[in-house]
């Protein structure tokens, strides 16, 4: 998966800051959930969301970020239905926002005429510690040294919709960020034929 990609490069670049985590997430409806993650996950999470941010790679530091069978609390995430309720997931629904987009068309993408339309968005957060939109602070933020986030999102041809999110142990500025936008356009190719055949589970 190009999430591996990235941390890679990041790592091996002596003139880029160090990533302490990276994750991509697709917004699916349950029928396609990974069947695994229905059955271990069943009496966490409810049928009736109207989607479900799923986790669909990740690397990191910790040796429990380097599969996403061992995430617990963010493998599968269902959605609200509405905006206003998001707000209870304060980094997802600033991504959001960033992507200047309406909430129901990120849950119900099928009501929208032009699904086809790649919007894209993204996010910085130049310091994390004490940033509202990243709320996991001490658990987190503080013991793994996390200075900055970046976060892209975006929709593929069939109407989901993908995010990532890096968080680096240097600060980074905005105009860092700037040159790095790169990456968004590098995972929604990626993610493309994922996309068309509705399997997002490569490895």
């Known amino acids: 998966m190009v999430i591996s990609y990235i941390y890679k490069k990041f790592k091996e670049n002596e003139t880029l800051p160090t990533l302490a985590l990276a994750r991509i997430f697709v917004v699916l409806p349950y029928d396609d959930l990974k069947p695994v993650d229905r059955h271990e996950l069943g009496n966490r ?17 910790n040796e429990e970020w380097n599969r996403r069978e061992r995430s617990r609390n963010h493998r599968v995430i269902p959605l609200p239905q509405t905006a206003e309720e ?9 991504m959001f926002r960033r992507m200047d987009v309406d909430y129901r068309r990120i849950v119900n993408p099928a009501s929208f005429s032009d699904i086809q339309q790649m919007i894209e968005g993204y996010m ?10 990243i709320p996991a602070q001490e658990d987190f933020v503080e013991p793994y ?9 975006g929709f593929l041809p069939s109407g989901a919709v993908y995010t990532c999110f890096l968080f680096f142990t240097a600060p980074l500025s905005q105009a860092e960020a700037n040159k790095l936008k790169v990456i968004s356009a590098a995972i929604q ?6 996309d068309a055949e509705k399997k997002y589970w490569g490895k």
Do not use: N, W
Request: no cysteine.
């Open 45 to 61: 999470i409810p049928i009736d969301a109207p989607r479900y941010l799923t986790l669909v790679g990740t690397i990191g530091k």
């Open 86 to 94: 998001l707000e209870s997931i304060p980094m997802l629904a600033e």
């Open 124 to 133: 910085l957060e130049e310091r994390a510690e004490g940033s509202p939109f």
């Open 145 to 153: 040294g996390v200075k900055s986030e970046l976060g892209y999102g």
């Open 189 to 194: 190719q990626t993610l493309l034929p994922y």
